[in-house]
């Protein structure tokens, strides 16, 4: 089974900064998805960005891009530019490949993030 | 009108009570998904409907029943709950297999406290 690890239950930013948010996750699969998740206050879930295993390229999202590493099973978020609705908890999540059926994402335990004004 | 609508919003019952939560999708996906998002742990998968199959985790109480009629609407059925199911209950659609984006949009939830 597919696992996915959040080390840091919070990390703060100064607005304007740059922070990194750390995901790591274990599987046996070649084809996957990996996801980061953002759940403001509000409650609903909203993709920030996603990245497919097969792409060599880091997914980047205007301020946000990834740090994929396929081999270390390591998939970091960069937030750039730190703005106060960045303030949210944000989960990282892996999903088996197109060719796996109605797999559902697995999720990391996320980490909230605080942006300091 | 949103992708994914959850009703309630809220909602408190006694545990003897018998509700039903509610979540409909406009997106034209045929899969759907129950999470349950409790305080201080991961998001628990619960079950996940699609044209072809359902997929029931075996932890699931069954207290718990989903129900889905038709590939937009999906219901979670719940009665004689105890107060630790309190928690917010997410509702969430994807494309099916073969999907080549893979993710899955999600309601804003439905906070659920049992008294």
């Known amino acids: 089974a597919q696992t996915v690890t959040q080390s840091q239950p919070e990390m703060s930013v100064q607005e304007a900064e740059t922070v990194t948010l750390s995901c790591t996750y274990d599987t046996s699969e070649s084809d996957y998805y990996l996801f980061w998740y953002k759940q403001p206050p509000s409650r609903q879930m909203i993709l920030v960005i996603r990245?497919?295993?097969?792409?060599?390229q880091n997914a980047t999202e205007n301020r946000f891009s990834v740090n994929f590493q396929k081999a270390a099973k390591s998939f970091s978020l960069k937030i750039s530019d730190s703005q106060l609705g960045d303030a949210a908890m944000y989960f990282c999540a892996y999903r088996s490949g197109p060719n796996s059926g109605n797999t559902p994402l697995v999720f990391g335990k996320g980490t909230r993030l605080s942006v300091i004004a | 009108e949103t992708g994914v609508t959850q009703t309630p919003r809220h909602l408190v019952m006694g545990m003897t009570n018998k509700k039903s939560l509610k979540c409909e999708q406009h997106l034209g996906h045929n899969a759907m998904y129950w999470y349950k998002q409790s305080a201080k742990k991961p998001l628990e998968l619960m079950f996940v409907y699609s044209l072809e199959e359902r997929v029931e985790n075996n932890s699931v109480p069954s207290r718990f029943s989903p129900e889905c009629p038709n590939s937009s609407h999906l219901f979670l059925h719940l009665h004689t709950l105890q107060p630790e199911d309190s928690a917010l209950y997410l509702c969430?659609?994807?494309?099916?297999?073969?999907?080549?984006?893979?993710?899955?949009?999600f309601g804003e939830g439905s906070r659920l406290t049992v008294l």
């Open positions: 990245q497919e295993a097969y792409k060599q």
């Open positions: 969430a659609s994807s494309h099916g297999q073969g999907s080549l984006t893979g993710e899955l949009f």
